[in-house]
Nanobody, 118 residues
Framework: QVQLVESGGGLVQAGGSLRLSCAAS????????MGWFRQAPGKEREFVAA????????DYADSLKGRFTISRDNAKNTVYLQMNSLKPEDTAVYYC???????????WGQGTQVTVST
């Protein structure tokens, strides 16, 4: 089983930056592709970014390319989301997600709130 704990959320002014972290438990972190999703009030959860188990491949929501960067440190069992030039519409709860390279069980973190003020 994998437990995911997000941190780094908070209140930031438009144009500012935040870096989210997601720490994973267990010794098999590099067996998982990792991702970030977000859910704004009244909206469905949406894909933000993903990174392969090795870190060699990344993917982003088209609307976020150039502002958000996903990375991971397998030695620290942590995945990051660097968010720059934040906009009020980026306000949401951000969730960390783990998808195994082999197997079907996926995991979610509890989420961290990001609020961007005007």
């Amino acid at each position: 089983q994998v437990q995911l704990v997000e941190s780094g959320g908070g209140l930031v002014q438009a144009g500012g930056s935040l870096r989210l972290s997601c720490a994973a438990s267990g010794r098999t972190f590099n067996s998982y592709d990792m991702g970030w999703f977000r859910q704004a009030p009244g909206k469905e959860r949406e894909f933000v970014a993903a990174i392969s188990w090795s870190g060699s491949n990344t993917d982003y929501a088209d609307s976020l390319k150039g502002r958000f960067t996903i990375s991971r440190d397998n030695a620290k069992n942590t995945v990051y989301l660097q968010m720059n030039s934040l906009k009020p519409e980026d306000t949401a709860v951000y969730y960390c997600h783990a998808s195994p390279r082999i197997g079907l069980i996926k995991y979610w973190g509890q989420g961290t709130q990001v609020t961007v003020s005007t």
